[in-house]
């Protein structure tokens, strides 16, 4: 079970990450503080939704194996925020 | 043997009645076939089913009821109209990811899949991605089988290897299969019903279609 919740939370990574650089990268100077909390928070919302739009069919491939939706959305929101608050105090510890 | 049982399911959407008090119950071993028009509500019973879609029902599986069957692991599994394997899997990954390491090996030692077991599903053709969904879920440990359409968009040959492998899968499983195709879905089933006007329709062989609209007569 655990390595297909990782599979699905890897299929989001690209979004979540493309999304969240470019607003880091926008605000520059907040650069350490705007890219894992974008992780954390917009970027994974906007990565789950986009799958709820345009791979819809996918979730059939975790449900089969008797995953829910809530599930995968829950999993992902988790990892993205040990994720981002790793990330949040390395740059942080870097940056200042 | 297992032994699933499907009643009282009625869906409406909006004002239209798509299901009215469909029954049916069928047992692992048995392979059961669905047919009816395009809009009839075949895909609709199959999501109401597998728990993907909310209705009026009652499901029961070896006398325990389920709301939702698909949340009970190795329980149910469904294949929808549309691909489900996500494209940026290999073939091989797929199979690792559902079946373990050791029987994957096996699995992938077929055919049609081996010489494509490297490659991203994404890249195969419909047949060949219809095939693979098909053969996983029936080696997945799920007693109840949902497929829908499995001979859709699949030349002659490939709809003659998946009923090979539906075939040889069944004594295992309960299989739920509705397709367009009447005639092949007619050679590989013990029992075989028409959704017409919401409601199930028993059907024993050509006759009864012609009798109930689904083909011409003659």
Partial sequence: MIRLLFTFYRSTLSLNWGFSLACAILVFVQFPKVLPISLMTAGSLLSFYYKNLSRKGDYFFYYNRGISKTQLFFFTILMNGLVGAMLYRLLNHVAY | ?218
């Fill in chain 2, 1 to 218: 043997m297992s032994h699933i049982e499907v009643d009282s399911v009625q869906k409406h959407f909006d004002e239209r009645s798509i299901l009215t008090d469909i029954y049916l119950q069928w047992r692992t071993g048995e392979v059961i076939g669905l047919l009816g028009r395009n809009g009839s509500g075949k895909s609709t019973l199959m999501q109401i089913i597998f728990g993907t879609l909310d209705a009026q029902k009652f499901i029961r599986i070896d006398g325990k009821v389920y709301e939702t069957p698909y949340k009970t692991k190795d329980l149910i599994a469904y294949l929808p109209q549309h691909d489900f394997v996500p494209k940026h899997l290999s073939v091989k990954q797929a199979a690792r990811l559902y079946l373990g390491k050791t029987k994957a090996e096996r699995f992938l030692d077929d055919v049609i899949l081996k010489p494509l077991s490297g490659n991203k599903t994404g890249a195969l053709s419909g047949g060949e991605v219809r095939y693979l969904e098909i053969k996983l879920l029936l080696n997945t440990p799920s007693k109840f089988i949902l497929l829908d359409e499995p001979f859709s968009g699949v030349s002659p040959v490939m709809v003659e290897e998946i009923q090979k492998l539906i075939l040889e899968k069944s004594p295992e499983k309960g299989i739920l299969l509705s397709d367009h195709d009447y005639r092949n879905v007619l050679k590989i089933t013990n029992r075989c019903f028409l959704i017409y006007q919401g409601s199930m329709k028993q059907i024993s062989g050509k006759a009864d279609l012609v009798r109930w609209g689904y083909i011409l007569g003659g």
